[in-house]
C-alpha cells in the first residue's frame, strides 16, 4: 500500500488544485484582470514548487520504486529541473492558443472553459505519451540519441520561423467532425437546419488538444535527459501544466513583448539535446541543469525587458 502513496496524494493534489481553479477562481466564467491572473499564477508555481518537498519525504522513506538509486535531495532537485523545463517550454504553447482562439474567433467569455477542458485533456494523452517514452527508454538503448536529434531540430526549427498571424484550422478535422462557425451559447453541439453538428467550441478544443500533443513530443523527450523516474517525469508534467490557465490570461497580451524569450527556450533545448544525444557516453553533473535553465530564462526576461525600454517604438511595430 505504501507504493502507491505517492501516487494517490499526486492525484488527490491535482483534483484539488483543479477544484480550486474551476469552482473558486472561475466561479462566475469571467476574463480574470490582469492582477488576479497574475496571483492565480503565483498560486500554481507555488505548489509546484511546494510539491518537491513532497518528492523529497517520498524518496527519503523510500515509498517508490528507485531503480536509479536517487537519493532524496537528487530526486527533489531532478523534480524541479523537469518542472522548470516543462514551465519554460509551455510559454509557445500559450502563444498558440492565443492563436487558436483568435483563428476560430473564439468569444473571450468562453475562453477560461476551453482552457480548463485542454488542461485536464493534456493530463491524459501526456501520461499516455509519457509510458510510451519510457518504454522505448528500457527497452531500446539508443533512442535517447533519437530523441535528442528530435530536440535539436526542434530548437533550430523555432528559431527560424517566422512569427504567424494565426493557425490555420486542419481541415480534415473539420470535415471528419463536421464542425460549423456557430457557438451556439457556448454549447459543443447544436441543430442547424435539423441535422446535429459540433459547434466551433468544440473544434478549438480538438484542436488546442491535437497541438498539446504535439508539444508534448517535445517537452517530454526533454525531461528524459533530467530523469527517467516514472513519479518525477509524470508529476513535474502534471504541475508545469496545471496553471497554464491562469498564466495564458496574465501573458496571452505580453508574450509578443518577451520576444528574446524564444532564444532562452532555444538554449535550454539545445542543453536537453545534448544531454539526451551523449547521454550513453559522457556524464552530465546533475546540479548543472536547474541553474542553467533558470540562468537562461531570466536572462531572456531581463533583456527582453531590457530592449523594450530602450526602443519602445520597435516593439509596438
Known amino acids: 500500500m505504501l507504493q502507491f502513496l505517492p501516487w494517490i496524494i499526486l492525484i488527490a493534489y491535482m483534483t484539488l488544485l483543479l477544484c480550486i481553479d474551476f469552482f473558486i477562481f472561475n466561479k462566475k466564467g469571467e476574463i480574470p484582470p490582469t492582477k488576479k491572473a497574475v496571483k492565480e499564477t503565483l498560486f500554481f508555481v507555488f505548489n509546484g514548487l511546494a510539491f518537491s518537498g513532497l518528492v523529497y519525504w517520498f524518496y527519503r522513506d523510500g515509498m517508490l520504486p528507485n531503480a536509479d538509486g536517487l537519493s532524496p535531495l537528487k530526486a527533489m532537485s ?18 498558440v492558443i492565443a492563436l487558436i482562439f483568435s483563428s476560430y474567433k473564439i468569444p ?6 476551453l482552457l480548463f477542458l485542454g488542461i485536464v485533456g493534456a493530463f491524459f494523452f501526456r501520461g499516455l505519451l509519457i509510458g510510451f517514452g519510457l518504454l522505448l527508454i528500457h527497452h531500446v538503448e539508443q533512442i535517447t540519441i533519437l530523441f535528442g536529434a528530435f530536440l535539436l531540430y526542434t530548437a533550430f526549427k523555432m528559431l527560424k520561423e517566422e512569427d504567424e498571424e494565426e493557425v490555420k484550422k486542419p481541415s480534415w478535422l473539420l470535415r471528419l467532425f463536421n464542425i460549423s462557425k456557430e457557438f451556439d451559447g457556448g454549447k459543443f453541439r447544436t441543430t442547424i437546419n435539423g441535422k446535429r453538428v459540433f459547434t466551433a467550441l468544440f473544434g478549438a478544443l480538438l484542436t488546442i488538444e491535437i497541438t498539446d500533443v504535439l508539444f508534448a513530443l517535445d517537452s517530454i523527450p526533454a525531461i528524459f535527459s533530467v530523469t527517467t523516474d516514472p513519479f518525477i517525469v509524470f508529476s513535474s508534467n502534471i504541475f508545469a501544466i496545471m496553471g497554464l490557465r491562469s498564466m495564458y490570461f496574465f501573458l496571452a497580451n505580453m508574450l509578443d513583448k518577451f520576444s528574446y524569450l524564444k532564444y532562452s527556450v532555444f538554449v535550454i533545448l539545445l542543453f536537453v539535446s545534448a544531454k539526451l544525444i551523449l547521454m550513453q557516453f559522457v556524464h552530465f553533473p546533475e546540479w548543472i541543469s536547474l541553474p542553467l535553465i533558470a540562468t537562461s530564462l531570466i536572462s531572456g526576461v531581463i533583456y527582453s525587458i531590457y530592449r523594450m525600454k530602450k526602443d519602445p517604438q520597435e516593439e509596438e511595430e
Open 78 to 95: 531532478n523534480y524541479l529541473s523537469g518542472y522548470t523545463i516543462e514551465l519554460s517550454l509551455s510559454v509557445d504553447n500559450l502563444f
Open 108 to 113: 473571450r467569455v468562453h475562453e477560461h472553459k
